[in-house]
T-cell receptor, first 113, second 117 residues
Framework: AQSVTQLGSHVSVSEGALVLLRCNYSSSVPPYLFWYVQYPNQGLQLLLKYTSAATLVKGINGFEAEFKKSETSFHLTKPSAHMSDAAEYFCAVSDGGDYKLSFGAGTTVTVRA | EAGVAQSPRYKIIEKRQSVAFWCNPISGHATLYWYQQILGQGPKLLIQ????????DSQLPKDRFSAERLKGVDSTLKIQPAKLEDSAVYLC???????????????FGPGTRLLVL
């Protein structure tokens, strides 16, 4: 069975500062990894996904994530935070066998002006 | 392209009452998922359909929850009777379901926020 752990339920950053959201996974097979964003009162939107191609994955809105097998991590970064990045972010893992996603508990990002 | 549609967006009921949620997936998507998202937690899969057949319902509390996907398109999730702990956001998602290779992107609807009093 696969699972993810998101370190830090809340992250506060200043506008223009680096955004770093941490995700560690557990999987018995090579995983597929995802980052989703959820704005208030909306559904989840895919930011990016890792499917065993390049280890550095670029997504929408300037976000990127790096798959590190040795650290079982898939941290999400954005060089410069914007006010519109305030949202909740979820890391998810799938083993690909049945397309099921297992989500982390989420990290809420607030951006200070 | 229209996204995943859900209704209602909000619902308030008293415990022991019944409630139903509706989902219309993206056109052509064979796989449909229902998730439960409790406040402060990530979404948890309740049930997964491939066309109108159930692929996985291992996390569905079958004594009170039921779901169907007639004709392989729209789906309805029902709770009867509701308990206080059912208060959550219920998300519907869909994916192509071609099962050709790899993992497909799931597209989520806006969710139905349920409050059980």
């Amino acid at each position: 069975a696969q699972s993810v752990t998101q370190l830090g339920s809340h992250v506060s950053v200043s506008e223009g500062a680096l955004v770093l959201l941490r995700c560690n996974y557990s999987s018995s097979v090579p995983p597929y990894l995802f980052w989703y964003v959820q704005y208030p009162n909306q559904g989840l939107q895919l930011l990016l996904k890792y499917t065993s191609a390049a280890t550095l994955v670029k997504g929408i809105n300037g976000f990127e994530a790096e798959f590190k097998k040795s650290e079982t991590s898939f941290h999400l970064t954005k060089p410069s935070a914007h006010m519109s990045d305030a949202a909740e972010y979820f890391c998810a893992v799938s083993d690909g066998g049945d397309y099921k996603l297992s989500f982390g508990a989420g990290t809420t990002v607030t951006v200070r002006a | 392209e229209a996204g995943v549609a859900q209704s209602p967006r909000y619902k308030i009921i008293e415990k022991r009452q019944s409630v139903a949620f509706w989902c219309n997936p993206i056109s052509g998507h064979a796989t449909l998922y229902w998730y439960q998202q409790i406040l402060g937690q990530g979404p948890k899969l309740l049930i997964q359909f491939q066309n109108n057949g159930v692929v996985d319902d291992s996390q569905l509390p079958k004594d009170r929850f039921s779901a169907e996907r007639l004709k392989g398109v729209d789906s309805t999730l029902k709770i009867q009777p509701a308990k206080l702990e059912d208060s959550a956001v219920y998300l519907c998602a869909s994916s192509l379901g071609t099962r050709l290779a790899g993992v497909e992107t799931q597209y989520f609807g806006p969710g139905t926020r349920l409050l059980v009093l």
